[in-house]
Nanobody, 121 residues
Framework: QVQVQESGGGLVQTGGSLRLACAASGSIFGINRMAWHRQGPGNERELVAGITSVGNTEYADSVKGRFTVSRKNGENTMYLQMNSLQPDDTAVYYC???????????????WGQGTQVTVSS
């Protein structure tokens, strides 16, 4: 059984910083891509940042230069360093992981439950 757990959300003032973490646990052969998504009030879920197994990254235009995604492959953990936070960054942040697991063919996608980030003005 695979579990994906986010942590690190909270309340911060405009201009502040937060660091989110996402950890995958359970029976895992290998992780392909890890990504952060977010869903703000009244908005659809959107991709924030992603990172592949070889370290290639992608970012939403709205967070480029402010957010940095990284991962510790040996620990199946991904981080999102968020700086210069703005009220528009307020959202529930979700972790998405694509991986190969025992007993299932192909690549599987797992999501965490989300962590709330609130930026006050």
């Amino acid at each position: 059984q695979v579990q994906v757990q986010e942590s690190g959300g909270g309340l911060v003032q405009t201009g502040g910083s937060l660091r989110l973490a996402c950890a995958a646990s359970g029976s895992i052969f290998g992780i392909n891509r890890m990504a952060w998504h977010r869903q703000g009030p009244g908005n659809e879920r959107e991709l924030v940042a992603g990172i592949t197994s070889v370290g290639n990254t992608e970012y939403a235009d709205s967070v480029k230069g402010r957010f940095t995604v990284s991962r510790k492959n040996g620990e199946n953990t991904m981080y999102l360093q968020m700086n210069s936070l703005q009220p528009d960054d307020t959202a529930v942040y979700y972790c998405e992981i694509t991986m190969v697991v025992p007993g299932k063919s192909g690549v599987q996608t797992y999501w965490g439950q989300g962590t709330q980030v609130t930026v006050s003005s």
